[in-house]
C-alpha cells in the first residue's frame, strides 16, 4: 500500500486522493510505501541491469501504470570529479553532479516526470504552478508531452529570461503576479484548494519529490554503491533537499548504502530563512517579507517545505549556511573556468557554501563531498556576461589581431625545407 502520510500527525491519505496538506492538522505530506513490499519487489526486479535515469529506479516510485509514463529522458545526469576546483574550495575530493544536463535545464525534469505522470493517472486536465522560473519551464515542457493546459505563475518581472523564453514556447499560460515568488505561490495554493480540476505541482505536492528523490539514488549508484560524507545544495522553497534526504533514507532502510550523508543547505544571505534558524539554534523559520538576491531561483522568503528541510538537515547531523552574492558569483566563474561547468547563480552557491564552511572549519579536508549545481547556466545569460570579460572588436586585418592579441608582428614564419 502506499500513502500521503502527515510529517506531523501521522494522519494517512489514499494515494489516489488529490490533496496537498493534512486533512486533520495541515502539515506537510510525504509518500509512504510498505518497506517489506518493496524490498520484495526489488529482489525480483530488473533495476539495476536499467541504465542511469529517473526511472531506473520505477520501483521506488508510487506509479501504478508504467505504461501512462510521460518522460523527456530525465535523470542519467553526470557526477563530475572536480580536480581542479578543489584548489578553491578546500576539500580533496569533490564531486559537482550537474543537474543542468536534464532536458529542461534543471533538477525540477525529476519531479515533474512522476508528477505529470500522477496527473495523468488521475485524469486531470490542468495543472498549474508557481515558480521561480525552473519549475515553469519544466512543468510547461511535460504538461506539452502529455497533452494538459499548463497555467504556471511567476513574480513580474523578476525571473531569468531563458527561463522565460522556455515556460512561453512550451505554450503554458504564464501569468505574472505583482509581488515576488511567495505572493505568487500563496494565489496558486488558494487556487488550486479552490478548484480541484486544478492540479497543482509545486513541491508541496508529495509525488514531485519522489522524482526528485531518484538524485540521491543516482549518486549512491554513481559512487559505487555508497553514500558521499557530504551533499552540500542550494536551498529555496526547500523540496529538493527534503526529497534527496529521503532517497538517501530509502536506500539506507532497504541496504542500499551503509551510511548516511550530511545534509547541508545554502541560501543566499538576502533570502535564507532556513539557514538563519538552523545557525540560531532555532526550531521554526523567521518568514522574511522581501527576499533578495541575485540568484532569482531562490529568492523565496517563505519556504514551503521548510519543516521537512530543517528535520533533513537536523537528522542527517548537517548544517546551513548564507552566501553572499559576490561569493556566489564568484563560485559561478571559478567553477565554469575550471572544470568547465556553467550553471546558473542559485547553482554555485553550493559551491560558494562549500568554500565558506570549509575555510570555518566546519568541513574537513577529507571529507568526500558532492555539490548538487542544480540548473544550467544557460538560463541566466544576463549575470553571465555581466561578470565575464566583455568581447574585443577588432576590423578583419591581421596588423589589427596581432595588436589585440599582444603578438609580435615580425614573428619569423619557419619554412621547412628538405
Ligand atoms: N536551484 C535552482 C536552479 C532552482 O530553480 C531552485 C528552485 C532551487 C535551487 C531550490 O530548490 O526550491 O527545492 O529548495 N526553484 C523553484 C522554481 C522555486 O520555481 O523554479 P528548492
Same mark, same amino acid.
Given at each position: 500500500?502506499?500513502?500521503?502520510?502527515?510529517?506531523?500527525? #501521522?494522519?494517512?491519505?489514499?494515494? =489516489?486522493?488529490?490533496?496537498?496538506?493534512?486533512?486533520?492538522?495541515?502539515?506537510?505530506?510525504?509518500?509512504?510505501?510498505?518497506? =517489506?513490499?518493496?524490498?520484495?519487489?526489488?529482489?525480483?526486479? =530488473?533495476?539495476?541491469?536499467?541504465?542511469?535515469?529517473?526511472?531506473?529506479?520505477?520501483?521506488?516510485?508510487?506509479?501504478?501504470?508504467?505504461?501512462?509514463?510521460?518522460?523527456?529522458?530525465?535523470?542519467?545526469?553526470?557526477?563530475?570529479?572536480?580536480?581542479?576546483?578543489?584548489?578553491?574550495?578546500?576539500?580533496?575530493?569533490?564531486?559537482?553532479?550537474?543537474?543542468?544536463?536534464?532536458?529542461?535545464?534543471?533538477?525540477?525534469?525529476?519531479?515533474?516526470?512522476?508528477?505529470?505522470?500522477?496527473?495523468?493517472?488521475?485524469?486531470?486536465?490542468?495543472?498549474?504552478?508557481?515558480?521561480?522560473?525552473?519549475?515553469?519551464?519544466?512543468?510547461?515542457?511535460?504538461?506539452?508531452?502529455?497533452?494538459?493546459?499548463?497555467?504556471?505563475?511567476?513574480?513580474?518581472?523578476?525571473?531569468?529570461?531563458?527561463?522565460?523564453?522556455?515556460?512561453?514556447?512550451?505554450?503554458?499560460?504564464?501569468?505574472?503576479?505583482?509581488?515576488?515568488?511567495?505572493?505568487?505561490?500563496?494565489?496558486?495554493?488558494?487556487?488550486?484548494?479552490?478548484?480541484?480540476?486544478?492540479?497543482?505541482?509545486?513541491?508541496?505536492?508529495?509525488?514531485?519529490?519522489? #522524482?526528485?528523490?531518484?538524485?540521491?539514488?543516482?549518486?549512491?549508484?554513481?559512487?559505487?554503491?555508497?553514500?558521499?560524507?557530504?551533499?552540500?545544495?542550494?536551498?529555496?522553497?526547500?523540496?529538493?533537499?527534503?526529497?534527496?534526504?529521503?532517497?538517501?533514507?530509502?536506500?539506507?532502510?532497504?541496504?542500499?548504502?551503509?551510511?548516511?550523508?550530511?545534509?547541508?543547505?545554502?541560501?543566499?544571505?538576502?533570502?535564507?530563512?532556513?539557514?538563519?534558524?538552523?545557525?540560531?539554534?532555532?526550531?521554526?523559520?523567521?518568514?522574511?517579507?522581501?527576499?533578495?538576491?541575485?540568484?532569482?531561483?531562490?529568492?523565496?522568503?517563505?519556504?514551503?517545505?521548510?519543516?521537512?528541510?530543517?528535520?533533513?538537515?537536523?537528522?542527517?547531523?548537517?548544517?546551513?549556511?548564507?552566501?553572499?552574492?559576490?561569493?556566489?558569483?564568484?563560485?559561478?566563474?571559478?567553477?565554469?573556468?575550471?572544470?568547465?561547468?556553467?550553471?546558473?547563480?542559485?547553482?554555485?552557491?553550493?559551491?560558494? #557554501?562549500?568554500?565558506?564552511?570549509?575555510?570555518?572549519?566546519?568541513?574537513?579536508?577529507?571529507?568526500?563531498?558532492?555539490?548538487?549545481?542544480? #540548473?544550467?547556466?544557460?538560463?541566466?545569460?544576463?549575470?553571465?556576461?555581466?561578470?565575464?570579460?566583455?568581447?574585443?572588436?577588432?576590423?578583419?586585418?591581421?596588423?589589427?589581431?596581432?595588436?589585440?592579441?599582444?603578438?609580435?608582428?615580425?614573428?619569423?614564419?619557419?619554412?621547412?625545407?628538405?
Amino acid at each position: 500500500m502506499i500513502y500521503q502520510t502527515c510529517i506531523a500527525c #501521522g494522519e494517512k491519505h489514499g494515494a =489516489d486522493e488529490i490533496v496537498y496538506s493534512c486533512k486533520r492538522c495541515g502539515d506537510l505530506l510525504e509518500v509512504e510505501y510498505d518497506y =517489506d513490499l518493496l524490498k520484495a519487489k526489488l529482489e525480483k526486479s =530488473d533495476w539495476r541491469s536499467l541504465s542511469l535515469s529517473v526511472w531506473r529506479y520505477k520501483d521506488f516510485m508510487p506509479i501504478r501504470d508504467p505504461s501512462k509514463v510521460i518522460s523527456l529522458n530525465e535523470g542519467g545526469t553526470g557526477l563530475h570529479s572536480c580536480n581542479r576546483l578543489i584548489n578553491f574550495v578546500g576539500v580533496e575530493r569533490l564531486y559537482v553532479k550537474n543537474e543542468g544536463e536534464n532536458p529542461t535545464g534543471s533538477f525540477k525534469d525529476r519531479g515533474m516526470t512522476v508528477g505529470v505522470t500522477n496527473a495523468v493517472e488521475l485524469g486531470m486536465k490542468t495543472v498549474v504552478c508557481a515558480s521561480t522560473g525552473n519549475t515553469s519551464a519544466s512543468l510547461a515542457a511535460y504538461a506539452a508531452k502529455a497533452g494538459l493546459q499548463c497555467i504556471v505563475f511567476i513574480p513580474s518581472g523578476k525571473i531569468a529570461y531563458g527561463k522565460l523564453a522556455q515556460a512561453m514556447v512550451y505554450g503554458a499560460k504564464v501569468v505574472q503576479i505583482r509581488g515576488n515568488f511567495d505572493h505568487a505561490l500563496k494565489t496558486v495554493l488558494e487556487l488550486s484548494e479552490k478548484h480541484r480540476e486544478v492540479y497543482l505541482l509545486n513541491s508541496i505536492n508529495p509525488y514531485r519529490l519522489e #522524482g526528485q528523490k531518484t538524485l540521491a539514488h543516482e549518486i549512491c549508484d554513481q559512487l559505487n554503491k555508497r553514500s558521499p560524507d557530504r551533499v552540500v545544495l542550494p536551498v529555496g522553497n526547500a523540496g529538493n533537499i527534503s526529497s534527496l534526504w529521503k532517497g538517501f533514507t530509502e536506500f539506507h532502510k532497504l541496504g542500499m548504502i551503509d551510511k548516511l550523508p550530511k545534509m547541508t543547505g545554502i541560501q543566499a544571505e538576502g533570502a535564507a530563512p532556513i539557514a538563519r534558524a538552523i545557525k540560531n539554534g532555532e526550531d521554526e523559520i523567521l518568514p522574511l517579507d522581501k527576499p533578495e538576491t541575485i540568484a532569482t531561483a531562490i529568492r523565496i522568503g517563505v519556504p514551503i517545505s521548510w519543516k521537512k528541510a530543517m528535520r533533513a538537515i537536523k537528522e542527517s547531523g548537517g548544517t546551513a549556511e548564507t552566501v553572499t552574492d559576490e561569493e556566489i558569483l564568484e563560485a559561478q566563474k571559478m567553477l565554469a573556468r575550471s572544470e568547465g561547468l556553467f550553471v546558473e547563480p542559485a547553482s554555485a552557491s553550493s559551491i560558494a #557554501g562549500l568554500k565558506k564552511l570549509f575555510e570555518m572549519g566546519k568541513i574537513g579536508k577529507d571529507e568526500v563531498v558532492v555539490c548538487v549545481t542544480t #540548473g544550467h547556466g544557460l538560463k541566466d545569460p544576463d549575470i553571465a556576461i555581466k561578470i565575464s570579460e566583455k568581447p574585443s572588436e577588432v576590423d578583419a586585418e591581421i596588423g589589427s589581431v596581432e595588436n589585440l592579441l599582444g603578438l609580435s608582428r615580425s614573428m619569423p614564419v619557419t619554412v621547412v625545407s628538405r
